[in-house]
Structure formats: structure tokens, C-alpha cells
């Protein structure tokens, strides 16, 4: 039930296109959605969030959608570059001793084609 | 740089040596959290304080890991007698405690490699 379930693994996609990345979860209790970009030897680094009362949130090209009543939510980063190309975790936050511990996706690694 | 910061950023020792690593939170977080992240995986939650207190660990924290945060700052994460199974990254985050701000801030990690 603490799981979270990330797909797919891997992802290439060319210059312009359109990146789809998707997790699942099961507890619904977790409330609060993260989603974090990785390069190589770096700490993961926060990219967009949303909670479970909005199902839809846009940054820039970023944007993720949030199916509650299918405990899914996904990440679409829209005209994909060359400097996207990493590794993408979905996370899910639950409150536990007043902080929210993450529970992480297994992760994408993305790359995007020039 | 107001970012966290770890050190060292790698770490390579033998089977059987204790290590510690060192985590500096941004300024005004007073919530801090470690994560270990194996190659090809997430980061998993290990522990957390609030200020100077540990208010939760992982069960993926054995005996042999400790962590602390003596005076509600900086942290740091020890591990004795390493396994080569500890060979990991190391992942400090850092996060406010007011307003709801729930934003976890991560630091670069420290690579650890068990020989």
C-alpha cells in the first residue's frame, strides 16, 4: 500500500515531441504529489507538485494531471529538448510525525533526441 | 550557495571500516531527512528530525546506521562496521516547518562505495 508504481522505465523521444510519464499508487492517504528531476551525480530536484483536490497543474512545458478516483497521475513535459534528457521520479508524500515522508516511483530515464 | 549541501560527495572505504557524512540543511529548515538511493531506484526514506529531534527512522535503518543533529543545524549519518550492501548514494533533504510547506529540498548526496 506504500508503493508507488512508476512506467514506463525508459522513454525516447524526439526534439518537440511530447514525454508521458505515469505512476499509481494505492494508500489514500498520500495527499500531496511531486514529481523530481535527476542528471547523473546530482540530488534529485523538484520540478512540479500538485495535491489530490486539483487535477490539473501547468508550469511552463511541465504539466500533471491527476486522476483521483483512479489513483493515477501522470507527467507531460510538452515540446521536449535535448536538455530534458534524465532521470524523472514521481513521488507520493504522506504525513507521518507532523513532516511528510516521500515514498518514490522507481524512475524514467528519458531521453530526448535531437 | 543557499542549497544543501553534503560532504563528502564520494566515499570509498573497505568492508568492515565506520563512516560519516555530513549534511548542511538550508538556513531556515528546520526539517531535515536522509534518503539512501541504489542504482536504478528511488530514493527511500531512512530518517528525519525536527530541529535536534529524530522523530522517525526507517526500518532500512539497521543498528549500524545512526544519525544525528546535535544542535538543530547540521546532520550528520554513521555507518559502522560497512557492508558492501551499504554502497549507495546518500540523499540529505532539507524542508520548512510553517505555512503547510511540505517542498523537500535535496542535496547532492554522497556516493558511497563499500569495497
Known amino acids: 500500500q506504500q508503493q508507488v508504481k512508476q512506467s514506463p522505465q525508459s522513454l525516447i523521444v524526439q526534439k518537440g515531441g511530447i514525454s508521458i510519464i505515469n505512476c499509481a499508487y494505492e494508500?489514500?492517504?498520500?495527499?500531496?504529489f511531486p514529481w523530481y528531476q535527476q542528471f547523473p551525480g546530482k540530488g534529485p530536484a523538484l520540478l512540479i507538485a500538485i495535491r489530490p483536490d486539483v487535477s490539473e497543474k501547468k508550469e511552463g512545458r511541465f504539466t500533471i494531471s491527476f486522476n483521483k478516483s483512479a489513483k493515477q497521475f501522470s507527467l507531460h513535459i510538452m515540446d521536449s529538448q535535448p536538455g530534458d534528457s534524465a532521470t524523472y521520479f514521481c513521488a507520493a508524500s504522506i504525513e507521518a510525525s507532523g513532516t511528510y515522508k516521500y515514498i518514490f516511483g522507481t524512475g524514467t530515464r528519458l531521453k530526448v533526441l535531437a | 550557495d543557499t542549497g544543501v549541501s553534503q560532504d563528502p560527495r564520494h566515499k570509498i572505504t573497505k568492508r568492515g571500516q565506520n563512516v560519516t557524512f555530513r549534511c548542511d540543511p538550508i538556513?531556515?529548515?528546520?526539517?531535515l531527512y536522509w534518503y539512501r538511493q541504489t542504482l536504478g531506484q528511488g530514493p527511500e526514506f531512512l530518517t528525519y528530525f525536527q530541529n535536534e529531534a529524530q522523530l522517525e527512522k526507517s526500518r532500512l535503518l539497521s543498528d549500524r546506521f545512526s544519525a544525528e543533529r546535535p544542535k538543530g543545524s547540521f546532520s550528520t549519518l554513521e555507518i559502522q562496521r560497512t557492508e558492501q550492501g551499504d554502497s549507495a548514494m546518500y540523499l540529505c533533504?532539507?524542508?520548512?516547518?510553517?505555512?503547510?510547506?511540505?517542498?523537500?529540498?535535496f542535496g547532492p548526496g554522497t556516493r558511497l562505495t563499500v569495497l
Open positions: 494508500n489514500t492517504a498520500f495527499d500531496y
Open positions: 538556513s531556515e529548515h528546520n526539517r
Open positions: 533533504a532539507s524542508s520548512r516547518a510553517w505555512g503547510g510547506a511540505v517542498e523537500q529540498f
